[in-house]
Every structure is written in structure tokens, then in C-alpha cells.
């Protein structure tokens, strides 16, 4: 089965000790989590996740980056399930560290069929920057073609503008998924979640372009399929 994204839901605030997102997923598929938050005081990120299914599903951070400059705080995350068959949710819990000061968190999850489920990461990049320009970097050779690259930008929208010309490596993203809405205060943050299938083992990462300086965070993994099923033939020997 081909790597694929097949079903995605988002959600944000501007307050409060946990963001929760509302999704029905399918038993044996992938999930993926994408996170970005602002503070101007602290860093805000994420302590753990838990889903309706019980602690079965094994969350794990993929990768994180915090760009930092003076007390404000500009973080974007990665986190997916390790499980060899992820069980079906209806919501995803969110618990975050200094969970009080920030002006806005946001996040989104990816449901995909056909990942590597028990593990599902080939390779990482993060960077980030106070410029018009953010950019994960790029990640090491990749083991295998056609693998999923889902990369993620955490920016302050009320300073940076509307981010645009999003790029990985290989080309413009098949998906780029709608911005989560502004939050409160003019320096709210805002996420960008971006994915498209890779179909060489050319390493990976996504930039694009905000209309003014800004503080910026950006992730980037590439997630491995599965490994294809051995076929398995019988046969009969008659000897006579």
C-alpha cells in the first residue's frame, strides 16, 4: 500500500492547560501530530499526548524546535504513534509545559495508511530564525524513495504576514493544509502544515516566505513505508 494522508483535523486557542483535537480515525493507520505555539515569555511545548483509545498508542516526539530571541518563544513539534497497529481514536489530548502567558497554540493531526507503523521515521531537520525567510534545512540522504515528507512552520502571524511560496526540496508541497486562524494579540502565532510523497532519496526541506521579519519555527520528518509483504507461493511435488 501506498504512503498516504487520508484524513486530517486541526484545532487552536489562546488559552488553557491542553488543546484537544476532535478525530475519528481508522484502526491500523498512522497518526501524526503537528504543534506550533507562541509565547512571549516562556517556552510552551508539548509534555505529553493521549488519545480516547488509552495509553496503547505510544506517542513520541518526532522532533522540536524552539527559536528563541529575548523571552520570546516561537515552537514547532512533531509527534507520532510507534505502535505496530495503532488503535482507532475519536480525540487527541494535547498536554503542554508552561501552559499559562501564551497567545496562541495550534495544531493539527494527520491520519496515513501505508507508513512503517512501529517506526515510521527515516529522517529529521529543524531550524528556526527571526527573518522573512523560515526554513527546516535539510534532512540527511533519505533510506528509500516515495516516502511521505510532512514539514511544519511555526510563525508569528501578526509580525511575519501571510506565509507563502512554501517549497520542500523535490518541489511545491501536493498539500498544504489551511492556516489555523489567527489568535488573539497582534504577535499570535500561526501554524502551516505542508506534505507531499518523495520520490527520490534526495534529502528534504521546506522553506517558504513571510511578507516581513518574524519569528519562525520549522520542522520537517519523512516517514518510511511499510515494508512490502513477502509473497508466499505453494507447491505441489508428485513423483512417480
Avoid: C
Avoid at 522540536?64 to 514547532?76: G, K
Avoid at 481514536?89 to 512501529?118: D, K, P, R
Avoid at 528556526?128 to 524513495?145: H, R
Amino acid at each position: 500500500m501506498a504512503l498516504a494522508v487520508v484524513g486530517h483535523a486541526g484545532a487552536y486557542q489562546s488559552s488553557g492547560t491542553t488543546l484537544v483535537l476532535t478525530y475519528s480515525s481508522t484502526a491500523g493507520n498512522l497518526l501524526l501530530v503537528a504543534f506550533s505555539a507562541y509565547n512571549g515569555s516562556l517556552l510552551t511545548s508539548i509534555s505529553s499526548i493521549t488519545d480516547s483509545s488509552g495509553s496503547g498508542n505510544n506517542w513520541t516526539k518526532v522532533k522540536a524546535f524552539d527559536e528563541q530571541q529575548s523571552a520570546t518563544h516561537q515552537d514547532a513539534e512533531i509527534w507520532t504513534t510507534t505502535v505496530a497497529s495503532p488503535a482507532a481514536v475519536t480525540s487527541i489530548t494535547i498536554n503542554m509545559n508552561n501552559n499559562t502567558g501564551y497567545t496562541g497554540v495550534g495544531a493539527y493531526v494527520l491520519e496515513i495508511s501505508g507508513a512503517n507503523n512501529s517506526s515510521p521515521i527515516d529522517q529529521t531537520a529543524a531550524a528556526g530564525n527571526l527573518l522573512a525567510s523560515p526554513a527546516s534545512g535539510a534532512t540527511a540522504t533519505l533510506g528509500a524513495s516515495n516516502e511521505l515528507a510532512v514539514g511544519v512552520i511555526g510563525y508569528a502571524r501578526g509580525i511575519g504576514g501571510t506565509l507563502s511560496a512554501l517549497t520542500f526540496t523535490q518541489g511545491v508541497p501536493s498539500t498544504a493544509l489551511p492556516s489555523t486562524t489567527t489568535w488573539q494579540g497582534s504577535s499570535s502565532g500561526k501554524l502551516n502544515v505542508s506534505y507531499l510523497v518523495i520520490t527520490s532519496t534526495t534529502g528534504q526541506g521546506l522553506s517558504g516566505t513571510v511578507s516581513s521579519n518574524a519569528l519562525t519555527s520549522a520542522v520537517i520528518a519523512v516517514i518510511k513505508a511499510a515494508a512490502a509483504s513477502a509473497n508466499k507461493s505453494n507447491f505441489l511435488l508428485f513423483f512417480g
